[in-house]
């Protein structure tokens, strides 16, 4: 499923009414026929007393279609219209004059207090009033409206995005209708699943409104689906072994911070890798070692991290292994960034490139578009901000484009971490996560993560797949856990829900 910018649904639009011939009355008649198809199993409209608050734009012409369908299902339906009428197109005056046919009041207001009474008795309130032109902050009356709305007790249900919501962002021009539904009209919007849109958004729903598949083929933004995973994740057949699954060498841990390797590795194994080794420091062997039967745990030195001096020693180890992950729990000692810097820049298969491995390819200056392996680096906005010299702040409102624009300019599959995750690849595409909650905000997930996403290269999906699966498992295995324990479940936990949640995926074959 693509997700769109403002243009790009714009361009969706025009496309299909210029290339496919879809007429506009069209398109609206199926937008504001699905604010209520799709709603009707959360919301009860028969004999709901209903108000609709309409604009004068083509959302406005949305909400007259939704009025006429809600009153077929027994809603007592009133129409609030703010605006001048005089802007409205040809198509939202048509639908205007249906309903006006249909006896369903249209009552024309200029100030908010006009439709207090109204909004105030509502059993359910459908938001058409401003749509995704919104580019400026919501000010005077309107803005007013969209506080009733707030303070009312009935149902919110917004017409393609929440009125006073930045489409591209999600962030608040003013004051944001909080919605309890949306339903996205041909495509889901940046700003439905981007913070603290999601929050205004409410349960997303989402109507094609009958474009053809066919005009989303160009867009390079997705959201991550199940289906995206079924369709790319391996299949074992019966006489599948280990050594056709992958040999995944893990390079993490130092004194001190011996857990971040365990749990790489237990990822890993949980996540399906046929072999997994654990290589550390001598001074992190004795704490991992027999830890985990499953994982091979040997060292490199006696010193409590990895230095330069242990690199040759390193790369003679990798020859064997399919896939590298590298970095958790490494420490960021001069040394040890040495070290980093001769195993990325001497890989040539792929390798998974975190936590203190991120901070080297920084210090170290490493020319990330010059290696020779197929690099997956999995940053959270801190390391992002690091590696780039952006701010947290200059990350998050453009989550999305820095991560591509990153990927594309380093040649790299990146995996920036957050809510939500974006993967993107280095042909300028990217997929955004559609799972995870916020139970997983807790330490040593990204570790997990990490094993994850080379267990699944390991077992022959290509860099891009395996970041955009492992992502994708990693969340679902965390909502799983959290439908017991939404706060305080563990990342080891979680590891031992990532086999459910791929088999929750591969159902979809059955």
Sequence with gaps: MILTK??????????????????E??????????????????????????????GTGNNGGDG???????????????????????????????????IDKMGIPVIPISRAEEGAPYIHDADILVDALIGTGLSSEVKGEKALLITLMNEAQGIIISVDVPSGMLTDTGKAAGVVVDADYTVALGSVKRGHVLYPGSSYTGTLLYSP????????????????????????????????????NGFIGIFAGSYGMEGAALLAGQGALYAGGGKVAVVTSGGAHPALAGRIPELMVSSLGEGPFFTEADSEEALEKAKAYDV??????????????????????????????????????????????????????????????HLTGLSPKEIEDGRIDEAIRFAVENHVVLVLKGAPTVTAMPDG???????????????????????????????????SGAALAGVY?????????????PVGYRAGDLAEWIPLARAEVMKMGR
């Design 324 to 385: 590298i992950a590298l970095g958790p729990g490494l420490g960021r000692e001069k040394e040890t960034g040495k070290f980093v810097k001769c195993l990325i820049t001497s890989f040539d298969k792929t390798m998974v490139i975190d936590a203190d491995a991120l901070f080297a390819v920084k210090e170290e200056h490493i020319a990330l578009d010059t290696c020779p392996g197929r690099l997956i680096l999995t940053p959270h906005v801190g390391e992002f901000s």
């Design 25 to 54: 009355m069209v398109l609206m008649e199926n937008a504001g026929s699905s604010v209520v198809r799709l709603t009707e199993k959360y919301v009860d409209w028969d004999g709901a007393f209903t108000v609709i608050l309409c």
């Design 64 to 98: 007259f279609v939704a009025a006429r369908y809600a009153a077929g299902r027994g809603a007592r339906v009133l129409v609030l219209l703010m605006g001048n009428e005089a802007h409205m197109s040809e198509s939202s005056k048509q639908y205007r004059h249906v």
């Design 429 to 463: 595409s990217a997929y955004v996560n559609t799972t995870g909650n916020p139970g997983m905000a807790t330490g040593g997930m990204g570790d997990t993560l990490t094993g994850i996403i080379a267990a699944l290269a390991g077992q022959g999906m290509n860099a």
């Design 209 to 244: 409104i009958g474009i053809p598949d066919e005009a989303r083929m160009d867009f390079p933004v997705h959201l991550t689906e199940k289906e995206d995973v079924f369709n790319i994740l391996p299949v074992r057949n019966r006489v599948s072994h280990k050594g056709k």
């Design 473 to 485: 498992l990693h969340g679902l295995a965390g909502d799983m856990a959290a439908e017991k324990t």
């Design 6 to 23: 403002t243009e790009e649904s714009r361009l969706l639009d025009s496309m299909a009414m210029k290339e496919y011939g879809i007429p």
